[in-house]
């Protein structure tokens, strides 16, 4: 089915990496995400991100060995596997405005995220995501996938998420209870609500900075804010 093309204030879908480029420039993010006028070219450091997901994927669901040059992971996933709970991953999830699940590709999908592995224990959750680059901390993809987990997981008082960081084999933990839940949201709808108001206006204003460097509208030279630095690059 072909996609509709974007239309001013229609209703903007997000997902933690959307909000990572829209916090960036607003211009970026709409020509990426909704006008489609920037093909997507991965990276060879997110090409390997992907790769690394895959076999991490693989390994946790019991399909298949991790290749000899990531063994090294072995003991980090059997330490996950070998904690109480049920071990999940890969889990696909989506609610709409309403804040209840629906399907990845339904009409009304609204937020979508992907837990790369996660365990139920019980009234306690975990949701881990794997990281390929240099550790960095940002907070909104974590408390954002425990608030999702609430909704998917009504049992769950207590949900630690993590970034697993491949290279140190380091975590990053936060703890969310539920008892948090609407202020949680409080804080991640924000960004969300801007978005929100730059399509309602469609008004998507220029933030020049270092992400110019690898922004499409740049590399096709349409943008004349682009930093200096970065122009043209
Ligand atoms: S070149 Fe820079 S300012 Fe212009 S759209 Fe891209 S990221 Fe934004």
């Known amino acids: 089915m072909a996609r509709k093309a974007y239309e001013p204030g229609q209703v903007i879908t997000w997902s933690p990496s959307r909000v990572n480029t829209f916090k960036k420039c607003s211009r970026m993010f709409h020509e990426e995400a909704n006008l489609r006028t920037v093909p997507f070219v991965q990276s060879e ?27 090294h992971l072995e003991p980090l996933v059997l330490s996950l596997l070998n904690a109480p709970g049920r071990t999940m991953a890969e889990q696909k999830m989506t609610i709409n405005a309403k ?9 009304d ?6 837990v790369d592995v996660m365990k139920i224990n019980g009234p306690h959750g975990f949701m881990g995501d794997w990281k390929t680059g240099k550790p960095n901390f940002d907070q909104y993809q974590l408390k954002l996938n425990a608030a999702i987990g609430f909704i998917f997981y ?25 008892s948090n839940y609407n202020r949680m949201w409080q804080e991640l709808l924000q960004e969300p609500a801007r978005m929100q108001e730059c399509s309602n206006r469609n008004h ?30």
């Open 45 to 71: 450091p997110q090409l390997y991100g992907d790769r690394v997901h895959k076999m991490l994927d693989k390994r946790i669901k019991g399909e298949a060995e991790l290749p000899i040059e990531e063994k």
């Open 99 to 107: 804040f209840e699940p629906t399907g990845w590709f339904s009409d």
């Open 204 to 233: 998507w204003p220029e933030r020049p900075g270092k992400h110019c460097g690898w922004c499409g509208v740049n590399k096709q030279q349409r943008c004349t804010s682009a930093s200096e630095k970065y122009k043209g690059a």
């Open 154 to 178: 009504p049992s769950l008082e207590q949900i630690t998420t993590a970034y697993i960081w491949l290279k140190t084999k380091t975590l990053d933990p936060e703890v969310y209870h539920r």
């Open 109 to 114: 999908a609204w937020c979508r995220i992907i």
